[in-house]
């Protein structure tokens, strides 16, 4: 079940994983947790004693994706990135996740393991959409929620994702990943040195077993929602129109405060991270 087809392949993106933890530029402990789906692997920075911040990633990308997050949050938050179940990372399936619920309860049985009862959670893209889904089941749990460009939730996803997307998946070449990345970004390839080397790292001979699509969500569940809830779109989103999407937010969720990302697309938590942390932390540090 490993998206790995061969040892060999996930031997050598570990070790890619491994140097790529040095952009970080801040200490870390890490640990995998046997969950009903697989092994989850965990990435804890900072002190443990301050309040808990959950990270969840976006599809491919990794918790190595928070590369230029992590160190501003750590001076007020323990932070806990999770590789998500199934999809290219340390993280092991032993059951594809196609439901929303399966996500869910993965979550959940990976923050219990954790030992985090209440908990700061944000999540990016399909990240974003499990984070939210988890928010929804679990209000008790999450005390205040970040969602940056979360896949589908408040629109449905847009063709040109999937026009952009698919074929670095399918094709797994250099050409066709970086074609990828580059329509999810307003600055061609935006990556620090080392990480895009690791993206291409993760695409060859993987195939994700995450199997969950996400969709809009319906308003009679939106509503529902009492967790404070951060959304950040970029103006330039590909994957769904952004201002949409923030319209149809405003208009459900009761909680809200939106940001549309001037000139950022898809991947403004790496490109436009001064502006993600400051905004990010004005909102959870605010009571």
Known sequence: ???????????????????????????????????????????????????????????????????????????????????????????????????????????K?????????????????????????????????????????????????????FYYSFPGLLFQTEKWVDRAFRSLSAEGLPFAPGYREFILAGYHHALPRLRLYPLRIEPEELVTLKVPVLLMIGELEVIYPAQQAIEYAKQYVPNIQCILVQGANHTFTIERADLVNERTLAFLLNN
Request: aromatic share 16%; charged share 20%; net charge negative.
């Open 1 to 107: 079940m490993d998206v790995f087809l061969e040892s060999g392949y996930r031997e050598q993106y570990n070790n890619c994983y491994d140097e790529s933890l040095k952009l970080f530029q801040c200490d870390y402990e890490e640990q995998y947790l046997h969950t009903t789906y697989g092994k989850t692997y965990v990435l804890q920075f900072g002190d443990r004693t301050k309040p808990p911040l959950v990270l969840l990633h976006g599809m491919t990308m990794s918790s190595v994706m928070w590369y230029p997050n992590v160190k501003a949050w750590t001076e007020h938050y323990a932070v806990y990135a999770i590789d998500i179940i199934g999809d290219i990372g340390k993280s092991m399936a032993s059951e594809v996740i196609l439901q929303k619920e399966e996500a869910v309860d993965w979550l």
């Open 109 to 161: 049985e990976t923050v219990d393991q954790l030992g985090l009862k209440r908990f700061l959670l944000a999540g990016h893209s399909i990240g974003g959409y499990i984070s939210l889904r988890f928010s929804l089941a679990y209000q008790d749990r999450v005390e205040k929620l970040a969602l940056f460009a979360p896949a589908a939730a408040f629109h449905r996803l847009h063709w040109r994702f």
